[in-house]
């Protein structure tokens, strides 16, 4: 989707670090924006920044879980703005973390509800309201690095994670030959707020049995660096909002942020060709099962080049 001016953002999780950083960088496009966060006191601290850039936004309090709920809002998204054309599946929640045989029932279905049911409730409520009204539009979901490379001990975010790389790159065969398009975001390490909205989102969703650890406390103010050299590796939100809105001008079915991460995908992805069988491919498999084995949508896929040249 080339032009986003005039046209309407629903951005899930909108109303802090990354989510933020995506709807800023909507509205510097000329997008009017819609912020649907299930943290009212977030929305209300992130409005005035519209307000005061004069750009067009709404808050929306929800919860992606919330099925009926996500119905209201996208109903009063289309009565402040008229039709959605972008849709950022960007809320979620760091897991409880841990070998996924310790983490409890509980911390799984919530992992699940929000960070992929969410994503599902989503596409479900907005797509179709994209499509009948067909003036084009993109859906983009925010993974997570993780996805890509797993994290060791964070079981339920890698795999919620992963299963949100699949949605996206299923709907893009899906979507093939339409006028809506979908990426996948999987950012790196970016500054934001997740630590303290996660623990407050799971208190809220699951009530006392959070076993999540309470964020680190505030010194002067931030949120204490958690890794030694913290400052000079982690991103501004600013910078993945920049990203995000690139991907969708673009048309990329992957958003990436951070090239650091190359060499451990690589290897990832090597890992997976080697365990196909060394043997010689039976020629008619892919003539009876063409878009089993082989799907072009992939090779649409671009390099992406430097956001800033040095
Ligand atoms: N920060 C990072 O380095 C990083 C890296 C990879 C992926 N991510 C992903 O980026 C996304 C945004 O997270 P962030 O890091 O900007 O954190 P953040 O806490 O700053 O923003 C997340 C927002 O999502 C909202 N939210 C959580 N659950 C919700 C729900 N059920 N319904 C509606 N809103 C909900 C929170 O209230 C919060 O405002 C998440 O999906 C996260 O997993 C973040």
């Known amino acids: 989707m080339e032009n986003l001016k005039g046209k309407t953002a629903f951005i899930t999780g909108g109303a802090s670090g990354i989510g933020l950083g995506i709807a800023k960088a909507c509205a510097k496009e000329g997008m009017n924006v819609v912020i ?3 943290r009212q006191s977030a929305i209300d601290e992130v409005l005035p920044i519209f307000k ?9 309090r929800l919860s992606v879980t919330d099925r009926q709920a996500y119905s209201k809002a996208a109903d009063e998204a289309e009565a402040a703005f008229g039709n959605i054309h972008l849709l950022i599946n960007n809320a979620g929640i760091g897991c409880a973390g841990g070998p996924l045989w310790e983490v409890s029932h509980k911390e799984t279905d919530l992992a699940i509800s929000v960070n992929l049911t969410g994503v599902l409730n989503g596409i479900q409520e907005i797509l179709p309201r994209m499509l009948r009204h067909g003036e084009g539009g993109h859906i983009v979901s925010t993974a997570s690095k993780a996805a890509l490379i797993p994290v060791p001990g964070c079981g339920l975010y890698n795999v919620t994670k992963q299963a949100v790389v699949g949605i996206m790159e299923t709907l893009a065969l899906d979507l093939d030959g339409t006028n809506v398009g979908a990426s996948v975001f999987c950012p790196g390490g970016y500054e934001t707020n997740l630590g303290k ?3 407050e989102v ?3 969703l699951l009530g006392e ?6 964020p680190p406390p505030p010194k002067d103010g931030e949120e204490m660096p958690i890794i030694e050299g913290w400052d000079e590796v982690i991103r501004s939100a600013d910078d993945a909002g920049e990203r995000v809105v690139r991907g969708v001008k673009r048309g990329d079915l992957y958003i990436l942020t951070h090239s ?4 451990g995908f690589e290897s990832r992805a090597n890992a997976i060709l080697r365990a196909f069988p060394d043997e010689i491919p039976n020629k008619r498999y892919s003539e009876v099962f063409p878009l089993l084995t082989y799907n072009p949508v992939f090779d649409k896929q671009t390099q992406v080049p430097a ?3 040095e």
Do not use: Q, V, Y
Request: aromatic share 10%; net charge neutral.
């Open 209 to 214: 049995n959070s076993k999540l650890p309470p």
């Open 307 to 309: 956001l800033h040249k």
């Open 260 to 263: 650091e991460f190359k060499k």
């Open 36 to 38: 649907a966060d299930m």
């Open 202 to 204: 799971t208190a809220e």
């Open 197 to 199: 909205s996660s623990f």
């Open 52 to 60: 005061e850039n004069n750009w067009p936004a709404i808050g929306i």
